[in-house]
Protein backbone atom coordinates (compact mmCIF):
# COMPACT_ATOMS: atom_id res chain seq x y z
CA UNK A 1 0.00 0.00 0.00
CA UNK A 2 1.15 3.73 -0.49
CA UNK A 3 2.18 5.84 2.04
CA UNK A 4 -0.43 9.01 2.29
CA UNK A 5 1.23 12.28 3.39
CA UNK A 6 -1.59 14.98 4.68
CA UNK A 7 -0.65 18.83 4.43
CA UNK A 8 -2.50 22.33 4.29
CA UNK A 9 -4.47 22.17 7.70
CA UNK A 10 -4.42 24.94 10.57
CA UNK A 11 -6.42 27.60 12.01
CA UNK A 12 -9.11 29.79 10.08
CA UNK A 13 -11.86 32.17 10.89
CA UNK A 14 -15.72 31.26 9.64
CA UNK A 15 -15.93 31.87 5.83
CA UNK A 16 -12.38 31.07 5.02
CA UNK A 17 -10.73 28.80 2.94
CA UNK A 18 -7.82 26.16 3.07
CA UNK A 19 -6.30 23.85 0.50
CA UNK A 20 -5.78 20.17 2.02
CA UNK A 21 -3.02 18.03 -0.23
CA UNK A 22 -2.33 14.42 -0.01
CA UNK A 23 0.87 12.94 -1.39
CA UNK A 24 1.30 9.51 -2.39
CA UNK A 25 4.77 7.49 -2.23
CA UNK A 26 3.98 6.12 -5.21
CA UNK A 27 1.51 5.57 -7.72
CA UNK A 28 -1.95 6.82 -6.88
CA UNK A 29 -4.89 4.20 -6.68
CA UNK A 30 -8.18 4.27 -8.51
CA UNK A 31 -9.98 5.93 -5.59
CA UNK A 32 -9.21 8.80 -2.81
CA UNK A 33 -10.62 9.83 -0.21
CA UNK A 34 -10.64 12.59 2.36
CA UNK A 35 -12.22 12.13 5.36
CA UNK A 36 -12.23 13.67 8.79
CA UNK A 37 -12.83 12.93 12.55
CA UNK A 38 -13.79 15.78 15.03
CA UNK A 39 -13.21 15.05 18.63
CA UNK A 40 -15.73 13.07 20.23
CA UNK A 41 -17.36 11.90 16.92
CA UNK A 42 -17.14 9.11 14.42
CA UNK A 43 -15.37 9.12 11.20
CA UNK A 44 -16.70 11.01 8.54
CA UNK A 45 -16.30 10.23 4.90
CA UNK A 46 -17.00 13.46 3.17
CA UNK A 47 -15.10 13.37 -0.64
CA UNK A 48 -14.07 10.58 -2.85
CA UNK A 49 -12.36 10.84 -6.41
CA UNK A 50 -11.57 8.32 -9.04
CA UNK A 51 -8.46 8.92 -11.18
CA UNK A 52 -8.61 10.96 -14.18
CA UNK A 53 -11.81 12.63 -11.94
CA UNK A 54 -14.46 10.66 -14.09
CA UNK A 55 -16.42 10.34 -10.88
CA UNK A 56 -16.46 12.59 -7.95
CA UNK A 57 -18.16 12.08 -4.24
CA UNK A 58 -19.65 14.09 -1.47
CA UNK A 59 -21.29 14.36 1.91
CA UNK A 60 -24.23 16.20 2.15
CA UNK A 61 -22.53 18.55 4.62
CA UNK A 62 -19.85 19.60 2.22
CA UNK A 63 -21.42 19.71 -0.88
CA UNK A 64 -21.09 23.17 -2.72
CA UNK A 65 -18.36 24.08 -0.30
CA UNK A 66 -15.54 21.87 -0.70
CA UNK A 67 -14.06 20.34 -4.25
CA UNK A 68 -11.98 17.43 -4.38
CA UNK A 69 -9.03 17.07 -7.12
CA UNK A 70 -6.62 15.42 -8.10
CA UNK A 71 -3.15 15.60 -9.88
CA UNK A 72 -2.10 12.12 -11.10
CA UNK A 73 1.29 13.07 -12.67
CA UNK A 74 2.18 14.20 -9.30
CA UNK A 75 0.52 11.43 -7.06
CA UNK A 76 -1.41 14.37 -5.32
CA UNK A 77 -4.86 14.83 -4.46
CA UNK A 78 -6.51 17.96 -3.07
CA UNK A 79 -9.40 19.41 -1.07
CA UNK A 80 -10.39 22.73 -1.52
CA UNK A 81 -12.84 23.75 1.29
CA UNK A 82 -14.76 27.07 1.21
CA UNK A 83 -16.68 28.59 3.52
CA UNK A 84 -15.58 26.88 6.59
CA UNK A 85 -17.67 26.84 9.60
CA UNK A 86 -16.45 25.78 13.20
CA UNK A 87 -18.45 22.69 12.73
CA UNK A 88 -15.52 21.92 9.93
CA UNK A 89 -13.36 21.41 12.80
CA UNK A 90 -11.63 18.21 12.96
CA UNK A 91 -8.85 16.04 11.73
CA UNK A 92 -9.05 15.36 7.87
CA UNK A 93 -7.03 12.07 6.76
CA UNK A 94 -6.31 11.20 3.09
CA UNK A 95 -7.47 7.58 2.58
CA UNK A 96 -6.94 5.22 -0.23
CA UNK A 97 -9.04 1.99 -1.25
CA UNK A 98 -8.12 -1.69 -3.40
CA UNK A 99 -11.84 -1.14 -4.53
CA UNK A 100 -13.02 0.51 -8.31
CA UNK A 101 -16.33 1.98 -6.74
CA UNK A 102 -15.51 5.13 -5.02
CA UNK A 103 -18.88 5.84 -3.43
CA UNK A 104 -17.99 2.98 -1.21
CA UNK A 105 -16.91 5.25 1.90
CA UNK A 106 -16.64 2.52 4.50
CA UNK A 107 -13.79 0.23 1.97
CA UNK A 108 -11.23 2.92 2.53
CA UNK A 109 -8.55 1.20 5.02
CA UNK A 110 -5.07 2.72 3.88
CA UNK A 111 -4.68 6.08 5.94
CA UNK A 112 -2.47 8.99 6.44
CA UNK A 113 -1.29 10.55 9.43
CA UNK A 114 -3.78 13.24 9.19
CA UNK A 115 -4.34 17.54 9.18
CA UNK A 116 -5.77 19.45 11.67
CA UNK A 117 -8.22 22.19 10.45
CA UNK A 118 -9.54 24.46 12.81
CA UNK A 119 -12.08 27.00 12.31
CA UNK A 120 -13.37 29.69 14.90
CA UNK A 121 -16.24 31.94 14.92
Known amino acids: QVRLVESGGGSVQAGGSLNLSCVAS??????VGWFRQAQGKEREGIAT????????YYAGSVKGRFTISRDDPKNTVYLQMNSLQPDDTAMYYC????????????????WGQGTQVTVSS
Open 26 to 31: GYMPYC
Open 95 to 110: ATTALYDCSRFNEFNN
Open 49 to 56: ISRGTRFT
